[in-house]
Each structure stands twice: as C-alpha cells, then as structure tokens.
C-alpha cells in the first residue's frame, strides 16, 4: 500500500512538473492525463472507487480530450518556445510551492492516522447508501443550493460563450 | 413565517429575490432571440422606446421584481445563524445596493446599447444574472456558495467586458480579465481548500467557531486566509493586485465599467467582511496585519497614480482602486460601527460612481471617443445642468461636505476610531486630500475653461432613461449628505448582530 502511495505521488507530480516544463502543448496535456490518472489512482487507495471512477471518466477522458480537440484545432504547428518564460519566474514559482509545502508537511505529517469523526461519518454513509449514495444524498440535500447555483454559472458560461465567439453579429 | 432550514422549501423561499432575478434573466435572454426583437440592426426610432430598449425596460421589471422579494424577506426570520443561506439584513441591505447598482446601470446603457449595436438580450440578460450572483455572495453562509456567487458574478462580467466586438480595446480588456480572474479564483479555491482542512467545514459559522476556540490548524488557517485575501483583493482590486483594473475599465463598454466598478465592488466588499469579521474573527491577530497594510499601500499608491491620468475613464478606475483602499479600513476594523459605515459607503459610492459614470458616457456620445479631460472644457458653461451634476459627483467621489461621499468617509473614519486604528485614519484623511486634486481637476475644465471648439458640447445628449437615473442618483447623493441620519440607522440596524454566532443549531433540521 505505502509502495503504491509513493508510485502515484511520485507520478502525480511528476506530471505536474511535466506539464510546465514540456515544450509542446500536446505533451504538456498528456502530462496532465499522467497526473489525473495518477490521483485517481490515489483515490483509490483512499477507498474512493466512485471519486477515481468519476476522476477518469470526467477529467482524463471528456475534459482532457477536449482540451486536445482545442488545441490540434487552433494552433498547430506553432512555435511556442518564444512565447514561453523561463528563468526567474520558474525559479519563483517553484520556490513558492516549495514554501508552502514546507510549512504545511509538518502540519499534516504531525497528525494522528487515527480516523477522525470525519472518516466514520464518511464510513457510516457509504455502508448506509452505498459509495454513489453517499455522495448523492448529500449533493441533493445539504448541498442542493451550492448545486443549483452550479447550474446557473453554467447557463451564464454558455451565454457568455455565445456572444462572444457567434459569427455574425 | 420562521425560516430553519428543515424542509428545502425554506432554501427556496431565502433566495426568492435570486431566484426571481436569474428567472427573469432567461426571460429576458428567450425575449431577446424571439420575433421582432432579433433584427436590432434594423431598429429605428427613438433608442430609448425601440426594440432593443424594450429589453431593457423588461430587464428593469425584473430587478424591481426582485426588489419586492427582497422587501418581502424583512418579514422572515430565520432561526439559528448555521445555514448556508443568511436572511438577515446584512444581506438585505447589500441586495438593495446591487439592485441599485443594477437598475442604474441598465438605465444609463439603452442609447450606448443602441448606438454601438450591442446584442441587447444578452446584455441585459447578463446584467441580471450578475446581479444574482452577487446576491448569492452577500447572502451565503458557505465558502462554497460564495465561491459559486463569484463565480456566476465574475463569468458574467467577463462576457460584459468582452461584449463590444466591434472594438478591439473591449476584446483586450476582457482577455485580460478572464486570464487574471481565473487566476485569482484559484488562489481563492486553494484557500478554501486550506480552511476547510484547518477547520473542517466550509460554514462560515462552523469555521468561526472552530477557529475561536483554537481548534484549527495555525498554519493551514494563516495559509488559507492568505490566499484568500489575495483572491478577495484582486476581486476589489487592491494593490497589489490591482494590475487589470484601469486597462480592463478603461477598455470595457462604458456602462459595464460603471456596473463593475460599483456593485462587483460592493459584492466582492460584502462577502469580504463576512469571511473575515464573522469566520475568521477567532483569528484576527493573524490577518490584521495583512488588511492594514494592504489598506495603506492601496490607498496612498492608487491616489498618486490618479494624479497624473488624463483619461477620465482611466481616472475613475484608479479612483474606485482609491476608494477599495478606504472600504478596506473598514474591514480592517471588523467592528459593528465599521460594518455599517462600509455598508453606507457602498450605497454612496454606488450611486456617486454611476451618476459620474452617466454624463462620462454622455459626454463621450455613447460611444468610446472623447474621453480626454480636455474634451470636457467649458462643459460646464455650455451644459449647465450636466456640469453641475458632474460637479456634484465628483465632490461627493472626492469626499466634500453636503455630499454622501463625505458622511460616508466620516462613518469610515468612526469605525476606524473604534477599532483605534489611528495611522490609517491619518492616511485616509491625506490620501482623501490629495485626491482632491484630480476630481477638481475635471471640474476646473469644466467651468474655468473656455470650449476647444464652437459647439464643442452641441452634441451631447442624455436620453429619457439615463436623465431618471441622474435624477435618482444626484437625489440620493445629497439625501445621504444632508440627512444620512436614517440610511445610517439603517445601515446600523443591518449589522446588529452579524458578527454574534448562534449556539450551534445544526444546519438543516434540529
């Protein structure tokens, strides 16, 4: 267990690093698919199943394709190199994850592996509904509002997409 | 009727004025592509009768729609302060500001909306579903949900921005916008994400009373309210993080510039001192610093930058950074007092700034040209009535006496003083003197100018809509000057007990 933690962690940001430094746009989101797979494996080991199902389907298959669609379509065969920066801002960035990471690693590793009352309120749901109830029931109860107003940033998206990008005017 | 949360139908029944308001947005939308009102091309006679105004017309009976509902909400009391939804008047008083903001907004755009053949269903269908989404911030007790609020807000406005195709300046501005946004919504999402590990809950109740009772993680807590902070202050464009401000203002449709820099502003404010007065009170040793420092540099570096614009759009947009830095004295405070003068302020400067914004687009013949603070010599002279209006405005935007602006920057200064913030008090009365400077400034063009050329301001014409929002603006401006007694009770009675937690009434049913 602790093997495959480590082999996903390391793939997971393996990828992630992958995805700024590659220097072709097409690499870079494969790099990101290596990443995503990558956490859903996590999830898994997390006893997540439908969480790494979701993960696969959603992001590494219909989103990421997409994402490839889009980018084969607009500018292929363009030369990037020039547009990318390198050097200092790396170097920041980098180091800024660095820090935060450091500061916050003591923090978590510090914490007890004991289940919280988190994790029995998760294993009494998913016991209870099953692991697609449990987060059903809460996404159509307690979380019903956030979940409507989803709805509607998507309604907007769509307009706001329209207006922008219809031919005629 | 008591509201506690144990049936969904009391969800419905707290966001009636949201759900009124995103419902008649599709109205509007379905309107805007149905029959005679898609040939806006085609469209004669007078911009504020035609087609294309009759959407906003509609626009306007929904905001006034949602108005009622709001009123309504005053006769509801929600029990226990633990839901995801807050009815209580802190609330309502922001959704007056936003409806204000609104109702203004589509008011003075029907001839710019005409005149540069903009798609009015979706403009106006925009603006609405705008103004929900900042009611859904005002009204959320939920990071989630303010999150979302922001979101349907920022997209919204993103689109706005961008909406003129014709010019490549509003295509600019919005890029611009979008890229710097989505940025500064995933610093704000990672900081959500790191006070829900600190605390364990995205409630803003349960997050307060985890962190007052010291139960949060320190690091994990200072982490997300940092982040936090930088996604609040890019939405309210304090510096540093006020980059995209004066290009994407300067570069959107005008009337979208007055909407954004008044009720995205005041929505970004109101979620703002929520988050950090009623969930992160338990922590204030930690983000005081942060805020105080922020205020500072944000007041004194975007009132020497306005000093030297010579755009007036340009000028505005630095200004509304200027008043950013004065509001975020207030939350500094996070005291009742504090909390109602920011309240007030939003009200003023709402009205201030979209009254001043009205005669810009005016004077610039609802269009993008004639922007420079030359072309409004001997304006004054040649257009009595809109001169003194501006006049007005800009003294009020500058803080002088007789003018709401300036009751709201004396309730600012009271809050301060009860919090004993003593430097900032001293900052806000210098950098307040010395934006005198470039507000007087237009107005010595204006009148102590002689015109550029014969007729220079022949042109210049206020259409029936935008001369009732100058009415109602230039009232409310002066009301609040030389009576603010009661928009103050108001304000203070909103407060009364925002930052007092219930004793953990669970959120949905007991």
Redesign the interface.
């Known amino acids: 267990m602790t093997f495959l933690f480590y082999l996903f962690a390391g793939l997971a940001i393996g990828g992630a690093i992958g995805v700024v430094m590659a220097k072709n746009p097409v690499g870079s989101l494969l790099f990101m698919v290596t990443t995503l797979a990558a956490m859903a494996g996590t999830f898994v080991l997390l006893e997540a199943h439908f969480l790494a199902a979701i993960q696969i389907i959603v992001y590494a298959g219909a989103i990421m394709v997409l994402f490839l669609f889009v980018i084969m379509l607009l500018n292929l065969g363009h030369e990037y190199k020039a547009d990318l920066r390198g050097g200092a801002f790396s170097v920041l960035s980098f180091g800024l994850i660095g820090a935060i990471a450091g500061l916050l690693a003591p923090e978590i590793s510090g914490a007890e592996a004991a289940p919280g009352p988190g994790a029995v309120a998760i294993d009494a749901a998913i016991a209870e509904h099953g692991a697609v109830g449990a987060i059903a029931e809460p996404l159509y109860t307690t979380y019903v509002v956030p979940f409507e107003i989803t709805g509607i940033l998507l309604l907007v998206a769509i307009v706001g997409a329209i207006v922008l990008a219809k031919r005629e005017v | 009727m008591q509201l506690d949360f144990s049936r969904?139908l009391h969800?419905f029944w707290a966001?009636l004025p949201e759900i009124i308001l995103?419902a008649w947005a599709?109205v509007v939308?379905i309107t805007g592509v149905s029959g005679r009102f898609k040939d806006a091309e085609n469209d004669g006679g007078d911009p504020s009768f035609n087609n294309a105004a009759s959407l906003g017309w509609l626009a306007l009976v929904g905001v006034l729609l949602a108005a009622m509902a709001n009123g309504w909400l005053y006769g509801i009391t929600e029990v226990g302060r633990d839901s995801?939804?807050a009815v209580d008047g802190f609330r309502l008083f922001s959704n007056w500001v936003f409806l204000l903001a609104a109702g203004l907004s589509i008011l003075i755009s029907f001839s710019y909306v005409y005149r540069q053949?903009l798609?009015a269903g979706?403009f106006y269908?925009?603006i609405l579903?705008?103004t929900?989404?900042m009611m859904?911030m005002a009204g959320a007790r939920?990071l989630?949900?303010i999150f979302?609020?922001l979101?349907?807000m920022s997209?919204?406005v993103?689109?706005l921005t961008?909406?003129n195709?014709?010019d490549r300046k509003s295509a600019e501005a919005?890029l611009k916008y979008f890229l710097l946004g989505a940025f500064a919504t995933g610093f704000f999402l990672y900081g959500i994400a790191l006070v829900y590990g600190a605390t364990?809950s995205t409630n803003i109740a349960a997050v307060s009373r985890s962190v007052a009772s010291g139960a949060a993680?320190p690091?994990?807590l200072a982490?997300g309210i940092t982040f936090l902070t930088i996604g609040f202050g890019f939405k309210v464009s304090a510096v540093p993080f006020h980059m995209w401000t004066p290009d994407v203002y300067e570069g959107a449709p005008a009337p979208v510039t007055a909407f954004m820099s008044a009720a995205v502003k005041a929505a970004a404010f109101v979620a703002f001192l929520r988050v950090f007065m009623v969930g992160f009170d338990g922590a204030y040793e930690t983000w005081y610093p942060i805020l105080w420092w922020l205020a500072a540099i944000t007041m004194v570096v975007a009132n020497l930058i306005a000093l030297v614009q010579s755009n007036v759009k340009r000028m505005l947009a630095y200004s509304s950074i200027a008043h950013a830095g004065y509001l975020l004295v207030a939350i500094t405070a996070s005291n009742e007092t504090a909390a109602a003068g920011l309240l007030f302020y939003l009200l003023v400067y709402t009205v201030m700034n979209i009254g001043a914004f009205a005669i810009v687009i005016g004077v610039a013949h609802h269009a993008e040209e004639r922007l420079q603070v030359e072309d409004y010599s001997g304006f004054g002279w040649s257009q009595p009535l809109l001169g003194v209006l501006l006049t007005i405005f800009l003294l009020s935007l500058a803080g002088f006496p007789g003018t709401g602006g300036f009751m709201g920057k004396i309730y600012l200064l009271q809050g301060a003083a009860d919090a004993q913030l003593w430097y900032l008090s001293v900052i806000l009365v210098l950098t307040t003197i010395a934006s005198y400077w470039y507000y007087l400034r237009v107005a010595w063009f204006m009148w102590m100018k002689s015109e550029l050329t014969e007729r220079q301001h022949a042109l210049v014409m206020v259409p029936l809509p935008m001369r009732v929002a100058l009415v109602a603006s230039v009232f409310i401006v002066l009301y609040l000057g030389f009576f603010p007694g009661s928009a103050l009770e108001f304000a203070r009675a909103s407060v009364e007990g925002l930052g007092v937690m219930g004793a953990g009434v669970p959120?949905?049913g007991q």
Do not use: N
């Open positions: 969904q969800f966001l995103c599709m939308l995801m939804v053949r798609q979706e269908g925009l579903l705008a929900a989404g859904f939920d989630i949900v979302l609020g979101e349907v997209i919204a993103y689109a961008a909406f195709r014709r919005g364990g993680t690091t994990f982490l959120g949905l």
